[in-house]
């Protein structure tokens, strides 16, 4: 998973790629960044998600699969996965047409890496019914 | 533009069409022929030309956007170029009024952190009363962008060093005065306003915003206390929001505020573009929508007005600035998406829900509502 936030991580301007869990609490993170622990990361973007999930029933919406959030000095993705929500914080100035499809590509590994660590446990829950 | 530069510019051919172009906007003054002059001269490195022209252009047709558009990139132009100079000359002779139009063209140009670094070096330079200001005005400037108390609290002590060291200028109890009004510090702001008033008395506007700010202070919060309130809501006192009430069709609570074109953009943007469910432009306690009726046209101007309040207290929380843009992406039963796109200025925004992906045309629309919307206010 560390590798996965390291590609992403490694495009120019983004300073920080983090997997938090959906109440926050950071599961993987790479960079840092002096002035924001992972730990507030993660709680800003799973309290964030909280609020657009609200927003989101006032306009007939599920909850958003991302979000991007552009400012004057910077943006985030907030990326909503199945187990978990995929953060990264990027700097002003920074190519965003490199870290949209970037980001895809990662979500798409994060996924199948998910699925087959479920499809691994299921197997071996299987195994001990069996037994 | 260099003496060479323009000669080998003034080619035959350059001038010829220059020439051309003046002709049909003589005959047929249009915002496509001033537009069409104004882009020529930029091209030919002539932005104060261009500026000329679009400035022309937009006093016949003020809401031409492609005009605004050349305007700003004229004056960015411009504004680059004197900003080298300015660097070049203060390496060469630094002097206080050199530093004060950088430290203003910075902060015009929205480079905080590059204006805080020069109104530093002015200070160490002793800028004294004047670079303090500029420091200030950054500050304060950061302040409406992020909420942080912290700016709040720096601007308002430079103000009052800036004020100690220069009693008799006007600018730091003007700073403080906005600062504490727009928090919510009425009393605060009434002292400003009276010290204002006893450096130039019969001023007609001050006595005003005086007389307001008297009507106002039994309602008023202390400085800490607003200071912190804004930070925990992200809201300043005269950012207020009451919940949005569009009818049917488009609406406004206060028709006053809103210019009669972002209507036009509304009803433009669903109707020309059918992957539009609706648009929505907000600023203020007003909502115009377009595109849902009744019941739901309120619950999707609540659902925008609510993406972006979560957006603006993200960006500031995270330290990214004001903010400037969400897309929001859901997907739909029947692998279907719908996006959820807004455009935000530091006090408006516009926002539109289309089927599948946005595009670089929804964005355009959006970002003309919101210039709307500020120009319409501004006037």
Redesign the interface.
């Known amino acids: 998973m560390k590798a996965v936030l390291d590609a992403l991580r490694n495009i120019g301007g983004v300073r920080m790629a983090a997997l938090v869990m959906k109440d926050g609490v950071p599961v993987v993170c790479s960079g840092a960044d002096p002035?924001?622990e992972a730990d507030a990361?993660g709680a800003?973007?799973a309290g964030?998600l909280r609020?657009?999930e609200?927003?989101?029933?006032?306009?007939?919406?599920?909850?958003?699969?991302?979000?991007?959030?552009?400012?004057?000095?910077?943006?985030?993705y907030v990326h909503n996965l199945e187990a978990g929500l995929l953060v990264v914080?990027v700097d002003?100035g920074a190519p965003l047409e490199q870290v949209g499809p970037a980001l895809d590509a990662a979500v798409t590994r994060l996924t199948r890496r998910t699925e087959r660590t479920t499809a691994t446990l299921t197997h071996i829950d299987q195994g001990r019914g069996a037994a | 533009m260099g003496f060479f530069t323009r000669i080998v510019s003034l080619g035959g051919a350059d001038k010829g069409r220059i020439r051309e172009l003046t002709r049909a906007l003589a005959t047929d003054p249009t915002a496509a022929a001033y537009a069409a002059l104004a882009h020529e001269q930029a091209l030919r490195g002539d932005a104060q030309a261009a500026a000329r022209t679009a400035r022309e252009g937009l006093g016949l047709h003020a809401h031409d956007e492609a005009l605004q558009r050349l305007l700003e990139r004229a004056t960015t132009l411009l504004r680059e170029a004197r900003l080298r100079e300015l660097a070049q000359e203060l390496s060469t002779a630094p002097r206080p009024a050199l530093r004060a139009e950088l430290c203003a063209l910075l902060l015009e140009a929205g480079r905080l952190e590059r204006a805080e670094e020069a109104a530093l070096e002015w200070s160490r330079h002793g800028g004294g009363a004047d670079a303090w200001m500029a420091q200030a005005e950054v500050r304060a400037r950061r302040y409406f962008a992020d909420r942080r108390r912290e700016d709040a609290r720096t601007a308002l002590d430079l103000c009052s060093k800036a004020s100690a060291a220069a009693p008799a200028d006007l600018r730091p109890l003007r700073l403080r005065l906005e600062l504490c009004a727009r928090v919510g510090a009425y009393a605060e702001a009434l002292r400003s306003a009276a010290k204002l008033l006893e450096l130039s008395p019969g001023d007609a506007v001050l006595e005003v915003r005086h007389r307001t700010l008297a009507a106002l202070a039994p309602r008023s919060s202390e400085l800490d206390t607003a200071l912190r309130e804004v930070e925990r809501t992200g809201r300043l006192a005269d950012e207020v929001a009451t919940p949005a009430a569009p009818d049917s069709e488009a609406s406004s609570r206060d028709e006053g505020a809103q210019p009669a074109h972002v209507r036009g953009m509304l009803t433009a943007c669903v109707e020309r573009d059918a992957t539009v469910q609706f648009a929505c432009a907000q600023r203020g306690s007003t909502a115009l929508i377009h595109g849902e009726k009744g019941a739901s046209a309120e619950r999707a101007a609540r659902g925008a007005r609510e993406i972006t309040t979560a957006s603006r207290a993200l960006a500031r929380k995270l330290g990214l600035g004001a903010l400037r843009e969400v897309r929001c992406e859901h997907a739909l039963d029947d692998q279907a998406t719908a996006t959820v796109l807004v455009q935000a200025s530091d006090h408006g925004s516009a926002a539109v829900r289309v089927t599948g992906t946005a595009h670089e045309r929804h964005t355009r629309a959006l970002v003309a509502m919101v210039h709307a919307l500020d120009t319409g206010a501004a006037r």
């Not at chain 1, 958003?64 to 400012?71: I, M, Q």
Request: no cysteine; proline share 6%; net charge positive.
């Open positions: 002035a924001l990361l800003l973007a964030y609020e657009l609200q927003a989101a029933t006032a306009l007939s919406l599920p909850t958003p699969r991302r979000a991007f959030v552009g400012a004057t000095r910077g943006s985030v914080l002003s």
